[in-house]
């Protein structure tokens, strides 16, 4: 029988107790037939796109109070890989990645846009989150506290390996996670900058924790959008730039599949 101990701050009151009142198991029944491998994808119009040029089968469904996210099996270059929309901010992104390994997924790769801590980095820069700093709360109810956590090696190795041999320029860098975009200061931006982080999002160190705690393989692929590098936030409109969106998820699917090629011959992940 575990027991927590009270704390200073709640957050830090980690249970070791595997168990839960509900877990994903329980209330989800696996699928037969699918791929081991899922990508989440950010961007609903790339999605649409994908959808227009690919067969493909909706096998399910996760459903949160006033959304519903299909997800699907893409038969993509002859292989089937799952896809679903991503939703935004860490509860949510965790949520995602329980239900759907309890639907039978067991390799996650995500494509998204962050923020970036340095202006030399143009929109659409190519980055590769190795580690996150963890300033969010959800990832603290999966592992024990700390102040960051490492990205899968195999994962990002295979990420890296896909960009190389189309000979995309990429950096591999620290994120920092944060539950709130309009509470990221001067102070702050200056602080995380100083550890070393280059991007700011919502959902990485979250992504990675849950992934940890279920023992099952994920990694990411991120853009550069907005700047935080400046006097003033810029968005560089950056999200105008389906192109961009677009071409990172077809990039993503190429890692998905290439992760699925890997776990067939034996490698990792």
Known sequence: MYTVGIKEFPILEFDEDKDAFIRPTKIITALDNISEVCVLCFFSDAIEKILKEFPYKTVSYLKSEGITCPVYELNYKGTNIGLIQACVGAPMAAGQIEELTALGYNKFIACGCCGVLQKE?????????????????????????????????????????????????????????????????????????????????????????????????????????DTLAGTEWDSRDYAKRNDIREYVLRITLDIGLRMKQCAASGGHP
């Open 121 to 225: 980095i143009a929109v659409g820069h190519l980055i590769i989150p190795t580690s996150a700093v963890r300033d969010e709360g959800t990832s603290y109810h999966y592992i024990k506290p700390s102040r960051e956590i490492i990205a899968n090696a195999d994962v990002v190795k295979i990420i890296e390996e896909v960009l190389t041999e189309k000979q995309l320029p990429y950096i591999k860098a620290k994120t920092w996670t944060t539950d709130a975009m309009y509470r990221e200061t001067v102070s702050k931006i200056n602080l995380r900058r100083k550890e070393g982080c280059v991007t700011v999002e919502m959902e990485a160190s979250a992504y990675m924790a849950v992934a940890e705690y279920n023992k099952v393989a994920f990694g990411q692929l991120l853009y550069s959008g």
